[in-house]
């Protein structure tokens, strides 16, 4: 049941995210994977400007290729737009106009705020006024990013990734991203993890649940980017480096220009360096890009999906 629709487009802000820190469990019956992250939401965007429409379409536009795009059922967003609609017995649909910028296919979560931030959109769009935690229950059933977008901030996300906890980060931590041209299958990492495992006859945490380092949550909670650096892990980055070897040389290229650390965001191919400020963070953007790397410089934590007014 709606409540206030409006005639007016609805622009909704949702951010991408780094995942600072990954443990990654054994498969599941299921096929999943139990895993422990901590992530941080980080200042590159996705816009969503939801129009009102008798059916559920979707454009885009932004500063990354998205030609490759599907623009039908299988899109998530639109799948966002569908179970909303189906869930609040909304009889029309949407037109969502969708600028880029997190890279796609990226390790950043790019499809899961396109589909927190229609969500929040269709939401006001429609007056269908469901509370935080309908909505968050809609994003786990989307997958196990979108919750977060939802929220936003730094928080510990554990069972697929969608069990969210908050965790507190003082101050703001700055990174470097240095985006691929190219986009990595986050199943195809995954099953790459696997082989991995098993062909060193390694067993993940011998069934027991992954958990995020204590060190990680008390480097964030003091907002010390040098404890932090010390700490970030990724389980995934031996498998995505498999699949992408020249990953390597750019994380090597990083912290040879001043990065604290750096490592492979989710299943990559971002490869994410923190730095200890500002001017440390675009001294490494420059040198980055004079290697003719795309590098952004981004800061930490940021809100998570909410309407933009005007």
Not at 124 to 130: K, M, S, Y
Not at 253 to 272: E, F, I, M, N, Y
Request: net charge negative; hydrophobic share 45%.
């Amino acid at each position: 049941m709606t409540i206030a629709a409006t005639d007016e487009a609805v622009h909704v802000r949702a951010p991408g995210k780094i995942n600072l820190f990954m443990r990654v469990g054994a498969v599941q019956p299921d096929g999943y994977h139990d895993v422990a992250t901590a992530y941080q939401a980080v200042s590159l965007y996705e816009d969503v400007r939801a129009w009102p429409a008798d059916e559920f379409s979707v454009s885009f536009g932004g500063s990354v290729d998205t030609s490759g795009l599907p623009t039908d059922r299988s899109n998530l967003a639109i799948k966002a737009a569908r179970l909303l609609a189906r869930t609040a017995g909304v009889p029309g649909g949407v037109h969502l106009e969708i600028d880029k910028h997190v890279p796609i296919a990226g390790g950043m979560g790019g499809g899961s705020a396109d589909a927190a931030a229609t969500l929040v959109a269709c939401d006001a769009l429609w007056g269908t006024a469901l509370s935080k935690e309908d909505l968050h229950a809609l994003a786990a059933k989307l997958g196990a990013d979108v919750p977060f977008a939802l929220s936003g901030g730094t928080a510990i996300g554990t069972g697929r990734g969608d069990r969210l906890s908050p965790a507190l980060a003082t101050g703001s931590f700055h990174w470097v991203l240095a985006v691929a041209e190219f986009g990595l299958s986050t199943p195809a990492v995954y099953l790459e993890l696997d082989r991995q495992r098993e062909t060193r006859l390694t067993l993940a945490s011998d069934g027991v649940p992954p958990v995020v380092d204590t060190v990680v949550l008390q480097a964030l909670r003091a907002g010390d980017a040098h404890r932090l650096a010390e700490s970030l892990h990724n389980d995934l980055q031996a498998a995505a480096l498999s699949l992408a070897p020249g990953l390597g040389g750019i994380l090597e290229l990083g912290q040879a220009h001043g990065a604290l650390a750096g490592l492979v965001s989710g299943s990559g191919p971002t490869v994410a360096f923190l730095v200890d400020d500002t001017d440390s963070g675009l001294e490494l953007q420059v040198a980055l890009s004079a290697a003719r790397l795309r590098a952004v410089h981004v800061h930490g934590p940021v809100h998570g999906a909410r309407v933009i007014a005007g």
